[in-house]
């Protein structure tokens, strides 16, 4: 049988530029798409407007072309509103209802590797206003994972999630139909979405969309911090492209050139060379 062509893509939201974390996810997806001869697809998570700045958009796609990881195609999730309203109304009705709580109720509900465990108090009260949840008692609570392998969570973490806020659709839902729309065939992404892949591959489900492969890499952590955006990470820059790009690939334990190599041959080595199988299988990894 002949396997359908390999899909990878890389979603980064522009609320900030590319990071030495961010740029470590986007290599990752990058070199695991092209050794296996595949295509590499950007989506820009544009859909949350406040947090969204369009040169932000324009100034990371001129990060990943400086880094030689050219997308084949770039997707913007602010385009796609429509399609997420047509594909919610193929939802069954009967799963869905609206939910009133606040965010400092749900947040003082306890807490699972989803996210607070919601209690279903609006489940039957039949408002006409709030957030979509999805009646999620059908969810499977385990998947494998192509990194850490059987992934798994227990009954009571599992709750009805919100695939749409007031105005604007929750991630989980829009992640599930732009990797549809995009002809995604494996997600590859940081290990802080391990998890949310549970819920994702229930909406899949529901929607008869195609399952995905999944693997998680590990996130890098400064003083056991995610680095993230929101903290003080400093956006990459082309000039140091060569050290930055050694220093991932030693990280993700890759073979690196026996001699010195242009920064272009450098990436040719590391497509050709690249072993998935290496990546350390923990959730983080810590550099100073
Ligand atoms: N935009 C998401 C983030 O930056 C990534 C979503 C994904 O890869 O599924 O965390």
């Known amino acids: 049988m002949t396997k359908e062509r390999y899909i990878g893509r890389f979603a980064p939201s522009p609320s900030g530029l590319l990071h030495f974390g961010s740029l470590l996810s986007a290599t990752v997806s990058y070199l695991d798409a092209k050794n296996k001869n595949g295509l590499w697809k950007l989506r820009i998570d544009d859909i949350d407007e406040e947090r969204s700045k369009p040169q932000n958009t324009i100034e990371i796609i001129n990060q990943l072309k400086a880094y030689g990881l050219f997308p084949d195609e770039i997707y913007h999730q602010s385009e796609h509103i429509k399609d997420y309203e047509s594909y919610l109304n193929k939802i069954p009705k009967s799963l869905l209802y609206l939910c009133k709580c606040n965010r400092k109720r749900i947040q003082s509900l306890p807490q699972s590797k989803l996210g607070n465990i919601y209690d279903g108090i609006c489940r039957d009260l039949d408002h006409n206003s709030g957030s979509t949840r999805v009646r999620s008692m059908n969810m499977s609570k385990k998947f494998y994972d192509l990194n850490f392998g059987e992934t798994q969570i227990n009954d009571e973490e599992i709750y009805d999630f919100i695939i749409k806020r007031k105005d604007s659709f929750a991630y989980q839902f829009c992640c599930v139909i732009d990797d549809f729309l995009q002809g995604v065939t494996n997600v590859t992404r940081g290990s802080d979405l391990l998890y949310s892949t549970l819920q994702q591959r229930f909406i899949q489900k529901l929607l008869n969309l195609p399952e995905l492969d999944y693997f998680h890499h590990p996130v890098l952590v400064i003083d056991s911090k995610k680095i993230s955006k929101s ?58």
Request: glycine residues 0%; charged residues 30%.
């Open 231 to 288: 903290e003080d990470a400093t956006p990459v820059k082309k000039e140091n492209r060569l050290k930055n790009m050694i220093k991932i690939l030693t990280l993700l334990n890759q073979t690196l050139p026996s001699q010195k190599l242009s920064y272009d041959e450098l990436i040719k080595h590391a497509i050709q060379n690249w072993e998935s199988k290496d990546i350390p299988k923990v959730m983080n990894i810590s550099i100073s």
